[in-house]
């Protein structure tokens, strides 16, 4: 019987897990010059971050997305060094949120704010629709990043666009 009761919750576990599965995703673009950068991530639960309760100041990296710069690009005024970057997100107060990245590889946590951090120039809106997983993706950008290419992150109601050039 214990036999029965433990294969059972084996076949359970199993099931919930492929119902849900997450995806490795990997995203590549070029910028001018041409500036090879690409993304690599799995397709995170929603669940992952829940915006209210999410701290203020503290860089949170849901499944530690990596982004990969073959030489160096800008964000906005910010210069970021060609290389391997953590993606993450800043909350700096209700309804206000910055992309932004960690050099290296960063396992997924919550980590303070510091000078190491590099953040981009971020729009930020929670009313584009909700997303079940999280999608990262380089798009073109609308409104002030008209014309320019942009890394969107887009988790559940957040959605944020960071121009990189």
Not at 14 to 21: I, K, N, V
Not at 57 to 80: C, M, Q, Y
Request: no cysteine; charged share 20%.
């Amino acid at each position: 019987m214990k036999k029965l009761l433990v294969l059972g919750l084996f076949l359970t576990g199993t099931a919930a897990q492929t119902a849900h599965p997450h995806l490795n995703k990997t995203i590549t673009t070029t910028l001018h010059g041409p500036v090879e950068v690409s993304v690599s991530y799995q397709t995170a639960s929603a669940r992952e971050i829940d915006p209210e309760a999410s701290p203020v100041g503290r860089f949170i990296n849901p499944w530690a997305p990596i982004l990969s710069l073959s030489e160096d690009v800008k964000s906005g005024a910010t210069h970021i060094p060609s290389g391997r970057y953590t993606i993450g997100l800043i909350k700096n107060g209700p309804g206000d949120w910055t992309l932004a990245l960690h050099p290296g590889r960063l396992r997924q946590r919550e980590v303070a704010v510091t000078p190491r951090l590099i953040p981009l120039d971020t729009l930020f809106s929670d009313s584009n629709g909700s997303s079940d997983h999280l999608v990262i993706d380089f798009s073109p950008g609308t409104g002030r990043f008209e014309g320019k290419v942009v890394l969107t992150f887009h988790l559940g109601t957040l959605f944020l666009a960071a121009e990189l050039r």
